[in-house]
């Protein structure tokens, strides 16, 4: 039986209505949504645990390092305690030569300087240190004898150096600086200061 022209005229061919639900319909397209949000949780996963491992491995290496440089400062540590020994020595040296220097070029004749105190020196006394500092020369030394007569021994002296004219041509003052007694040894240790004149 043919078909009229007449009928269906503005309707399409094959016209039927649609009743399919698209919420339940299956995703049809290439790549499917829950792939891709899958496929990016896994990369994002897959990120911060390379980087979880990468500080991991990194912390290890750290550690292992310290590890070496402990174990190489306890390594050298008998040696380090040596050079600073040695560093300490050496100061104490350079100290002690930059004090004869400075003795050395006092414009004062040492050899006499010394032969005058020697000369002056009275019984029971003898000179241990003659030291310079700066412009002033310290002496100490020792009074045999009980502290009385030591301490009249030591202004004695005192008095006597300031007397003498060598010493009161190149000296400003000469002090009583400090004086001390050992019972035990039956001893007075004194210490004499000189200052030395200004040159004009």
Do not use: C
């Not at 174990?71 to 305690?81: L, Q, Y």
């Not at 002496?139 to 009385?148: D, L, N």
């Not at 008095?159 to 007075?188: H, M, V």
């Amino acid at each position: 039986m043919k078909q009229n022209k007449g009928q269906n005229s503005g309707q399409g061919p094959g016209w039927h209505p649609d009743f399919r639900i698209a919420a339940e319909l299956p995703d049809n397209k290439v790549v499917r949504t829950d792939f891709i949000i899958n496929g990016v949780a896994l990369a994002i996963l897959v990120l911060v645990a390379w980087a979880f491992y990468s500080r991991e491995v990194q912390l290890k290496e750290a550690t292992e390092e310290v590890a070496r440089w402990t174990a190489d400062i306890d390594a050298n540590k008998p040696k380090f305690n040596e050079a600073l020994g040695l560093q300490r020595e050496f100061a104490a040296a350079e100290k002690r030569i930059a004090e004869v220097s400075a003795f050395a070029k006092s414009p004062l004749e040492i050899a006499e300087l010394i032969s005058r105190l020697g000369a002056s020196l009275p019984k029971l006394v003898a000179i241990d240190v003659l030291e310079r500092r700066d412009d002033v020369f310290v002496i100490r030394g020792t009074i045999v004898g009980a502290s009385e007569r030591g301490t009249g021994i030591a202004n004695a002296y005192l008095d006597a150096l300031n007397a003498d004219s060598y010493f009161a041509q190149r000296f400003e003052g000469i002090r009583l600086n400090n004086i001390n007694r050992e019972a035990r040894a039956n001893r007075l240790f004194f210490e004499i200061g000189m200052k030395l004149k200004k040159a004009d």
